[in-house]
């Protein structure tokens, strides 16, 4: 299969621990993106990167996020001293550049902080 | 990027073609509608794209209106699988930040 992975698809963390989530995107796509969801609602937008360039990041990620894409493949999504309202579903998604941005969206992890 | 419309649910029986409707009034000429569905638990997935004309992939058809101010989803013979919250989605052309709305929970009844 040659879609878009995410790893680990579940963790259960404690409040003011530190996590790391991984996104391998489809090989030939240079855009990646992550996307937050919480129950009931649809995706949030987070950062896109373009190859290993971080282009935008979205208000919702405080200081405590970090991401990064440092080969232009591979990307990780950090959350330093986890809250409560941190537990979703942290979504990655890759693209290729073109006219056109159809995402493809890997399984995503879900992230419980106790 | 211009703002959708959807109802936030419907019902299918088994077999019978699915339309989904979704409303775009304030699209501009460069915005393409997607459509993505999100199956529980799952990571959305891409069903179908258009501009202005008419497209039919082999998930669905998408049918959008001359004056591009709404646009239909159709699941020709629609089965439990397809039981999911379709997103509806405007994007500007080259634009990358896809912004989800609540979507559509269709329901597929045997």
């Known amino acids: 299969d040659t879609g878009v992975s995410q790893d680990p698809r579940h963790k259960i963390t404690k409040r003011g621990q530190n996590v790391t989530f991984r996104c391998d995107p489809i090989?030939?796509?240079?855009?990646l993106y992550w996307y937050r969801q919480t129950l009931g609602q649809g995706p949030e937008f987070l950062t896109y990167f373009q190859n290993e360039a971080q282009l935008e990041k979205s208000r919702l990620l405080s200081d405590r996020f970090s991401a990064e894409r440092p080969k232009g493949s591979f990307s990780t999504l950090e959350i330093q001293r986890t809250e409560q309202g941190d537990s979703a579903m942290y979504l990655c998604?890759?693209?290729?550049?073109?006219?056109?941005?159809?995402?493809?969206f890997g399984p995503g992890t879900r992230l419980t902080v106790l | 990027d211009a703002k959708t419309t959807q109802p936030p649910s419907m019902d299918c029986a088994e077999g019978r073609a699915a339309n989904l409707p979704c409303n775009h009034s304030?699209?501009?000429?460069?915005?393409?509608v997607y459509w993505y569905r999100q199956i529980h638990s799952q990571g959305p997935q891409y069903i179908i794209h258009g501009l202005k004309n008419n497209e039919t992939n082999e998930m669905a058809s998408l049918i959008i209106t001359e004056d591009r101010k709404s646009s239909t989803l159709i699941l020709p013979h629609a089965t439990l699988r397809d039981t999911a919250v379709y997103y509806c989605?405007?994007?500007?052309?080259?634009?990358?930040?896809?912004?989800f709305g609540a979507g559509t929970r269709l329901f597929v009844k045997a």
């Open positions: 998604a890759s693209s290729s550049l073109g006219p056109t941005d159809t995402q493809y």
């Open positions: 304030t699209i501009s000429g460069n915005e393409y």
């Open positions: 989605i405007v994007k500007r052309d080259g634009g990358f930040k896809t912004i």
């Open positions: 090989s030939e796509h240079n855009r």
